[in-house]
Structure formats: C-alpha cells, structure tokens
C-alpha cells in the first residue's frame, strides 16, 4: 500500500539552512495526499506572523498492532536564525470527508514553540488501511490535509541570528576532508581526536588514515552526522523521536559519549516512544541506564509475553532475552506464594467475616444454660456438706445458724426474709408538701 504526499501548490523554494521564505498572508499550511505513490522529501513551507514554518507527513509505524497510521508535523524554524525566541500559537488540523461529515478527522491543540521543541506532531490520526480504503477522504483521487496556525504571542525576533555552519566550506584549519554519501565535509582533525576516541585512533594512530586527507566513510547517513557534528561545535542540539536512533548509530560508531549520554537523557525521560523500543535501543547502543529502566518497567508477565510475541524480540541480544524470561518465572513464584498465602490467612485462623461465635445449641429448649446443683437441704450448700460428712460425721448435720432478727424503727419500711433473700413489702409514706411563706409589704 503506498500514498502520494505532496503539497497542494509549487512551495515556494527553501533552503534547508536558512528561513528565507516566501511570505504568504494566509495562515493555513495545505498538503495534498495522492493514493498513486509516494513523494520523497516534498515540504511546504509558509511565513506566518514573521516565523517560518513547515509542514510534513510523518512516517509512523505502530508494531503493536503491526500498521503504519497517518501523522503530520508542524515545525517552527526560527532555530536557524535565533536561538532565543518563543512562540505560543493555536494549531489546528483538519482533514474533511467528502460523504460523511462524521468521518472528518479534527485534531487542535494550543502549544509553545521554543528552541528545544520547536515541533508538534499530530500522532496517529487514522490507520493509513482504513484511510486508503475510504473512498471519501478523496476526491479526484486527491485528499487535502490543512493546518491553520494562529499566533497567539512570540518574542525574541530581534536577537542576533545565529550562525549557520557550512561544512561543506573548505575554510583555513580544516586538515581533513570526510566524504559521505557524495557530500564533503571538511573538518579539523584536532576537533574531532578531542571529542572521539575512534577518530583519535583514526588520525593519530598507526593507520593509513593518519596521513590521508580525504577519507571515504561508508554506511553512515550524512544528515545525521552534520547533526552530531553541530552538536559538538554549539556544545548541545536538539534530540526528538524523530531522529534520536539516526544520532545514536553515528556517536556509537565513533564513540562519541556526549551525544550518547544526552540520547540516553532524552530516552530515560520521555514517552513519545515506547518501552520496546527504548529496551531495543539500549541493547543496540549499549545504553545501560536505559536498559535497567525498561526491564523494570515489564513487571507482568503479560507485559513479557506480549515482548515476546512482537517484532521486536528478535532484536533483542539473548543475555535480555533471557532475563526478561527469568524475570517472568520469578513474577510467576511470587505469584503463587501470595496466592498460598492468602490460602493460608482464609483456612485458620478464621477470618473476621465468619461473624461472632454462636451459643451453644442445648438439645432441650427449655434446658437453658447449666443449672446450678440441687443440694438435699435447700439451706446447705457445698461447704456445709463438706463439714457434715467430716466434723459431725456422715449422719449427723452441722447446726443451722439462726437467722438474724431486724428491729423495728418507725418510718422504716416492714421487711421479710424468704430463703434469705430481702424483699420490700411496704413504702416509706410520702412526705408532705413545705407551707407557704407569707410575704410581708414594707
């Protein structure tokens, strides 16, 4: 399945290191989706509000759900003329369906543009299948994709424009020509020995390079190398999704750590790519810190066996792969001696959900609780029984105290004894109400 991406109308001609563009009233970017091929490096660029801006698909693959879905950037170039600026703006992208207005795709946002993000992508809008297969995007077999851009406020057009740097300028101090994919770069060689031990190897080594001044370097993009290249001069660049891997392969291959621990930065602390890939990175490039973060964060064994089942298991080394493994068998043992565990907390002892414990079930219902011992003589209890049968003897009964006798007071309640118990029989009478003071007028 392929689509052609160009734009609605001849751009006006950019050169890719300056922002002289021709400036255009309207603030809308067009680009015009063909369903016959693709266009290769096709942009269109605009002036809006006095920042230059661009407009490109972006080629996006999902491996998880193994296809390729529709996305567009915005870029703000104001970087290849100052460095400090900002730009909020209102960015809004439209792509209209021709039979049913439910199908139009909207996506907005408001965002600031700075130096160190001058981009926003427009991430998976529609599956590039279900796009090409509907024929309603299209009319006279062309789609238009339009993005208006309302600046909001911006500031820092009148700092000092930066300087661009033009490798392939042959200047004074440049000992070294490095030709790649056609393109001359001319270097000095003390520069790059400083920041490269593969090119310090290289230049002052017992190499035949050492006393070459032209050097062919094969499979390497020239694009991402004048990126690394202008990242040493300036002491920092700019690292997206975009082109991080592209930076990675040519500071890996010449050792360049500085680009290597701001690429490894950029991918501990974003989320614009996922974890497999960030794991198949650091097994490729060697980034550790990166690795330890991306093991740690496949804590399931679902997370591991859906690795497994992706494109991207085969590129991990087999130490990783075997880890990831081991780290899905111990995920499985503490699984199950928590599982046993709980087991063991519902069997004994008994959990607080079984409720209080019951009274006894007495199996005659008027029984009730025990009863308490019916003696011979209701008057006899156990101590008298004891000292009946050894005091007296077994046949002779110890003699019964004789109950005390009250005295009758007057106002007392009258009182009787039964079984030794005290019961009222009687109340004290009530007592009369006090007499009425007379009051005397003075």
């Given amino acids: 399945m392929s689509s052609l991406l160009q734009p609605a109308k001849p751009a006006p001609k ?9 400036v255009i009233d309207d603030n809308i970017l067009y680009w015009d989706i063909k369903k016959t091929g693709m266009a290769e490096n096709v942009k269109n660029s605009k002036v809006i509000k006095g920042f230059p801006w661009k407009l490109e698909p972006i080629k996006y693959f999902n491996h998880q759900m193994g296809e390729e879905w529709l996305c567009f950037g915005v870029t703000n170039r104001m970087s290849d003329e100052s460095m400090f600026w900002l730009c909020d703006s209102q960015i809004f992208l439209t792509i209209k369906h021709s039979t049913d207005a439910s199908k139009n795709i909207y996506s907005g946002q408001h965002y600031r543009f700075l130096p160190a993000l001058p981009y926003y992508h427009f991430y998976q809008l529609i599956s590039m299948e279900d796009f ?10 062309i789609c238009r994709v339009e993005v208006s851009i309302k600046v909001l406020s911006m500031s820092g057009k009148k700092f000092r424009k930066q300087t661009k740097i033009d490798w392939q300028n042959d200047i004074v101090g440049a000992d070294c020509c490095l030709v790649i994919e056609g393109t001359n770069f001319y270097v000095g060689k003390h ?46 660049g700019e690292i997206t999704e ?15 750590t500085s680009v290597i621990d701001e690429a ?16 198949v990175m650091s097994d490729k490039f060697g980034l550790h810190c990166l690795r330890d973060k991306c093991l740690a964060d496949f804590s399931s064994i679902m997370s591991i066996v859906s690795l497994k089942d992706s494109l991207f298991w085969p590129e991990l080394n087999p130490d990783t792969q075997q880890e990831l493994l081991n780290n899905a068998v111990k995920i499985g043992a503490r699984a199950e001696e928590e599982r046993a565990r709980q087991a063991a907390l519902n069997t004994y002892p008994p959990t607080y959900n079984q409720g209080p414990p019951t009274m006894p079930n007495y199996s005659n219902q008027n029984q009730g609780p025990p009863m308490m011992p019916n003696y011979p003589n ?18 002779q ?20 004894r039964q079984n030794g118990a005290m019961m009222n029989v009687g109340a004290p009478p009530p007592r009369p109400p006090p007499a009425k003071r007379s009051r005397k007028k003075v």
Wanted: hydrophobic share 40%; net charge negative; aromatic share 12%.
């Fill in 191 to 236: 520069f790059l020995a400083r920041h490269s031990s593969y090119f310090e190897s290289m230049f002052y080594g017992s190499f035949k390079e050492s006393t070459m001044e032209t050097i062919v370097m094969h499979d390497l993009r020239k694009d991402y190398f004048e990126m690394v290249l202008n990242w040493l001069h300036r002491g920092g």
């Fill in 242 to 256: 975009l082109n991080v891997w592209g930076i990675l392969e040519v500071a890996h291959r010449f050792d360049i």
């Fill in 397 to 416: 009964q110890a003699p019964m105290m004789q109950q005390p006798q009250l005295a009758s007071f007057p106002n007392m309640p009258s009182t009787s």
């Fill in 378 to 395: 209701q008057n006899q209890g156990p101590a008298i029984m004891y000292l009946n049968q050894n005091a007296f003897g077994t046949n």
């Fill in 264 to 279: 490894e930065k950029f991918l501990v602390n974003t989320n614009a790519l996922s974890r497999n890939e960030r794991l």
């Fill in 14 to 22: 950019v050169d890719e290191g300056t922002a002289d563009v021709q």
């Fill in 132 to 141: 090409m297969d509907d024929p309603g995007f299209f009319v006279n077999d």
